[in-house]
């Protein structure tokens, strides 16, 4: 078994690089994203050989032997001829089979999908993009955004990015599994279960949506799936954790109690604090976190994990909330969240347009910080860089970020071993950190934080020039800290 397993990696590892080349000849018509500057050489060298682009853990990944050859032979087909065709990565569109579960507008609802066949490991994930909660709101979005709330217009086509991407180089660990992107339609967060009606005049089926993906899925081979990682950002995020363990009930309760259901949630982890300057309920963007909540689930009839809903009966707008929802889940969840979180420090009405941020601001920006920090202690699995950010997990520069020395994916991965030896009664692996949170405590203090642009110029910033515009006084915060100005620079510029 040993030479089998040798010989097994030594083809597969050429097969795979011969993938990987295949796919850099023909990225080029992809139209791909631009990628941030390439990181300080350390970062590259901390990272080591070309191994991690190219993982062969046959028993995380796929406990793979019982289906390598299948593998094998789909990704040789895949390849051949690779000079003469474009390699297929795009998820195509499905509608639901349910037609009566539908987008707020009453379109039909559906989910993008890419399958791997010989895989059993599945991602699904839930689109982001914020909530209305009131008839006028609600208008005013299907107005201006109505992709978020009708498919009449959605392509044919989607193209994965981050861990929704086929490519080893872009998704080491998540690149051959079955892909699967829900449109987010719902406008509730996906916490929705209520049909459209003459006061409302929307639909509000979040939670049904996601419960139908997977039922649809099953006639797909999810149904011979090992896991299902359910993963989300932003609004998305906040929808895995809320929808997460009812996913896992559902498996179970239609008999398919093997496949293991985890939850990913990025930039979905909020915080119901007060705002910096108290304003007017009128639009997301103005209102006070808990106060949209609060009219939202009124109106759209949303739904929350039975166990968090029993524990704030008749507050139940508190399970919107991550640190307050996250002791009632069941099944594994992996948080994602940047310490200062922009969509955060947009309600609670902090606005980096340009001015430099007064000193009660910055005050306010570094206490954001401190609190998520302390509600996030407590979460076995996560990964919380210090930057000025919003969502992560399908950038094209995910692969980028670390804490403490570790990148994103290689944290999920040392999750996905310790999940699986877990099982088997078995200590979690030695140097496989799977909580992470940076200790510094400025936005973008981490050196690997995506690229800051200045809002109005377009203009990349360094972390000094970003905090010198943000009114950061280099010369009293040193003398707080009883050092010089010029050592307190050189610390921020290397992330100390």
């Known amino acids: 078994m040993t030479l089998i397993r040798v010989v097994s990696s030594v083809l597969l590892l050429i097969l795979m690089q011969s993938g990987a080349l295949c796919a850099r000849r023909f990225r080029g018509g992809r139209n791909p994203q631009p990628r941030r500057s390439p990181p300080p050489p350390t970062y590259r060298a901390d990272r080591g050989d070309t191994t991690e682009s190219f993982p062969l853990d046959f028993t995380a990944v796929e406990e793979n032997m019982d289906n390598f050859m299948t593998q094998v032979k789909n990704l040789a087909q895949s390849l051949y001829p690779c000079s003469a065709q474009k390699l297929d990565y795009d998820m195509r569109l499905n509608f639901l089979e349910n037609t009566s579960v539908t987008c707020n507008d009453g379109s039909p609802a559906g989910y993008y999908l890419k399958e791997s066949r010989g895989s059993r490991r599945w991602l699904i994930f839930l689109e982001g993009g914020w909530y209305c909660f009131n008839k006028e709101n609600c208008d005013s979005r299907y107005e201006t955004m109505r992709r978020l709330m009708s498919s009449s217009k959605w392509p044919q086509t989607k193209t994965g990015t981050g861990i929704l991407s ?54 797909k081979g999810l149904e011979n799936a090992k896991v299902l990682l359910l993963a989300g950002s932003s609004a998305g995020g906040t929808g ?58 009124k109106y759209w009839g949303g739904m929350v994990p039975e166990r968090c809903k029993q524990a704030h009966e008749g507050e139940e707008w508190n399970c919107f909330f991550g640190y307050r929802v996250f002791p009632s889940i069941k099944s594994p969840v992996f948080v994602v969240q940047w310490l200062f979180d922009e969509a955060q420090l947009t309600v609670d009405n902090i606005q980096l347009t340009g001015q430099p941020v007064q000193e009660g601001q910055w005050r306010y920006i570094q206490n954001l910080g401190t609190e998520l920090r302390n509600t996030l202690k407590d979460v076995p699995a996560m990964f919380a860089p210090a930057c000025l950010s919003h969502e992560v997990i399908t950038r094209n520069y995910w692969i980028d970020v670390q804490v403490k020395g570790t990148s994103l994916p290689r944290a999920l991965h040392c999750w996905d071993r310790s999940l699986h030896d877990n099982r088997n009664n078995k200590a979690p692996p030695k140097g496989c950190p799977v909580h992470l949170i940076d200790s510094c405590p400025w936005p973008h203090c981490n050196p690997t934080c995506p690229t800051i642009r200045d809002q109005f110029t ?39």
Not at 186 to 203: E, F, N, R
């Open 166 to 219: 086929p490519l080893p180089e872009e998704n080491p660990h998540w690149w051959n599994a079955n892909m699967v992107f829900v449109p987010y339609c719902s406008s509730d967060v996906w916490s929705g279960a209520t049909a459209k009606t003459d006061q409302s005049g929307y639909a509000f089926m979040g939670s049904l949506i996601i419960q139908e993906v997977v039922k649809d899925l099953l006639k």
């Open 240 to 297: 895995v954790l809320l929808n997460v363990d009812r996913v896992a009930e559902l498996l179970e309760g239609l008999g398919h109690t093997a496949i293991q259901v985890r939850g990913l949630s990025d930039s979905g982890w909020f915080l119901d604090n007060k705002q910096y300057h108290c304003t007017d309920c009128v639009d997301t963007a103005s209102c006070a976190p808990t106060e949209t909540i609060k009219r939202g689930i």
């Open 458 to 496: 377009g203009q990349e910033m360094n972390v000094i020039q970003f905090l010198m515009h943000m009114g950061f006084d280099v010369q009293k915060m040193a003398q707080q800290q009883g050092m010089d100005p010029s050592k307190l620079l050189g610390m921020l510029s290397s992330g100390s």
